[in-house]
């Protein structure tokens, strides 16, 4: 089945700096990575996903890139504030495969943007 | 639209016993996949229903089962409740419309199991 391994597990940066997580998986089938957003007492919350067929997207100050050669995906969040502090995951699944409606979770990374 | 709605948010039992967790989708999703969230394990997928089907399973024993109603909401069961079965047990619902698009899964608050 699918690994998806993330990193990094911590992730400490002054308010106004970016923040990159990054994201690896081992099967080629998977064409849909999503990335959501879990706050304490909260489910994840989807901020942004991206299909193969798509080498960047960006939504305002968060960002993901896609590099299908290389089987790895990054998150991308720019001038950072306090409220982007969270545990993000990111995912990866086969859409219209034999794992369909499966995600595939890395195991997320602890953001905490300093004031 | 309400997003996706889980019952109860806190439930607490003991060795042995069962429990139902229920899971009500987004209005128009027809698909809803359950997954289990620890620490140790991080977040793992248990099932995914469409249309009252069950697509697809994880790696979890039997005594993990679920069902989807007509409505599509969605129950989880667990028999024979074990201390490691504590965890935050999250459903998702998507549109699930069509094969290869439509799969965003969007996640409810989840329900924190805790067995003594």
């Known amino acids: 089945g699918e690994n998806v391994e993330q990193h990094p597990s911590t992730l400490s940066v002054q308010e106004g700096d970016s923040a990159v997580i990054k994201c690896t998986y081992s099967?080629?089938?998977?064409?849909?990575f999503p990335w959501y957003k879990q706050e304490l007492g909260k489910g994840p919350q989807l901020i942004i996903d991206?299909?193969?067929?798509?080498g960047e997207k960006k939504d305002q100050r968060i960002a993901v890139t896609l590099n299908k050669t290389a089987k790895h995906f990054s998150l991308h969040i720019t001038e950072t504030q306090p409220e982007d502090s969270a545990v993000y995951f990111c995912a990866a699944s086969n859409e219209g495969g034999s794992t369909l409606g499966r995600l595939y979770f890395g195991r997320g990374t602890q953001l905490t943007v300093w004031p | 639209k309400a997003g996706v709605t889980q019952t109860p948010r806190y439930l607490i039992k003991t060795r042995g016993q069962q429990v139902t967790l229920s899971c009500s989708p987004i209005s128009g999703h027809r698909s809803v996949s359950w997954y289990q969230q620890t620490p140790g394990q991080g977040l793992q997928f248990l099932f995914e229903?469409?249309?009252?089907?069950?697509?697809n399973k994880g790696n979890f024993p039997g005594r993990f089962s679920g069902r989807q109603f007509s409505n599509s909401r969605s129950e989880m069961n667990v028999s024979t409740l074990e201390l490691g079965d504590s965890a935050l047990y999250l459903c998702?619902?998507?549109?699930?419309?069509?094969?290869?698009?439509?799969?965003?899964?969007?996640f409810g608050p989840g329900t924190r199991l805790t067995v003594l």
């Open positions: 099967d080629s089938a998977s064409n849909y």
């Open positions: 998702a619902s998507s549109l699930a419309m069509i094969a290869g698009a439509g799969d965003t899964q969007y």
């Open positions: 991206i299909r193969s067929n798509v």
């Open positions: 229903y469409f249309s009252e089907t069950q697509r």
